[in-house]
């Protein structure tokens, strides 16, 4: 059984080394060839739990084994608690708040269009203000104009009707709700 938690453990070393280390380069030198083998499975089968998990019944074997007097169904009962207490942790602790999260900050202007902001500084007739707009998670401020030369006053809602030479054209919210 020692042989088992050896090579439960080793092989969660080394999965963790070659992801880690050659993770980016192996993924770029495949660029999405394997993405067939991805299914699509609950959020807790995730390569993070499972082998981490591995690890852990490996580790808490080995330790068990060499300084525990259990038996040896004992030892891997207890091995298996740590594995499925350490995969349950890393999973709602990590792994479920990453998916959760943005992916990217980045976006293009054209992404505005359409989207709902409000005037954070105050656009004249045929000047130029500034826009508020929430994206995801993220709120961006971006210069802004009134799509017919319109003045908006700081705090109004305004819809993003066009984007050109990198100036939001906005036009009143209430007014273009008014017009559906």
Known sequence: MLELYWGCLIFGVLFVLVSVVLGDLIGSWFDGA???LSLDAPDFIHPMTIVGGLTVFG??????????PLA???TAVVSLTAA?????VVFWAYVRSMKQAENSLAYTM????G??????IPIPAGGFGEVKVQLGT?????????FDGTEHATGSK????????GVLLVADFAQSMQLE
Not at 59 to 68: D, F, I, K, M
Not at 110 to 113: F, K
Not at 138 to 146: D, K, P
């Open 138 to 146: 993220s709120t961006v401020y971006e210069i802004a104009s009134g």
């Open 115 to 120: 989207k709902i902001g409000e005037v954070n």
């Open 59 to 68: 580790g808490a074997g080995v330790l068990l084994t060499q300084y525990a």
């Open 158 to 165: 305004v819809i993003v009707v066009e984007v050109r030479d």
């Open 110 to 113: 054209s992404e505005l269009e």
């Open 84 to 88: 499925v207490l350490s995969s349950t």
């Open 34 to 36: 394997l993405e067939f």
């Open 72 to 74: 040896v169904w004992q």
